[in-house]
Nanobody, 123 residues
Framework: QLQASGGGSVQAGGSLRLSCGTS????????MGWFRQAPGKEREFVAV????????DYADSMKGRFTISRDNAKSTVYLQMNSLKPEDTAVYYC??????????????????WGKGTLVTVSS
């Protein structure tokens, strides 16, 4: 079970840190992903980390602004979001699954999903 938190309202240029906690042990081969869905748009890939920490990737528009990380002891994945823009406004979801790296951006392959957390960025 995944639980996302940390959303809120910020002004453009501000920062937020999202957290995704899990209720159980995470296997090292699991991919932990963040996706988002803006009103009227399809869900899109944001960032992903293999739980072992060996692989990390970001959507192009997030590179340099967002940082994904995990805390093994807390079984928690974080998404640090800096330099937020109004177009970052969306519901953010965390997801987990044992996946090959090649499927990392494809939301339909993720097995477990948390409830979303809303991020609103005002101009």
């Amino acid at each position: 079970q995944l639980q996302a938190s940390g959303g809120g309202s910020v002004q453009a240029g501000g920062s937020l840190r999202l957290s995704c906690g899990t209720s159980g042990r995470i296997e090292s081969n699991y991919l932990m992903g963040w996706f988002r869905q803006a009103p009227g748009k399809e869900r899109e890939f944001v960032a992903v980390i293999r739980w072992s920490g060996s692989h990390i990737d970001y959507a192009d528009s997030m590179k340099g602004r967002f940082t994904i990380s995990r805390d093994n002891a807390k079984s928690t994945v974080y998404l640090q979001m800096n330099s937020l823009k109004p177009e970052d406004t969306a519901v953010y979801y965390c997801a987990a699954s044992p996946l090959i790296w090649g499927a990392r951006t494809q939301s339909e392959h993720y097995r477990y999903w948390g409830k979303g957390t809303l991020v609103t960025v005002s101009s």
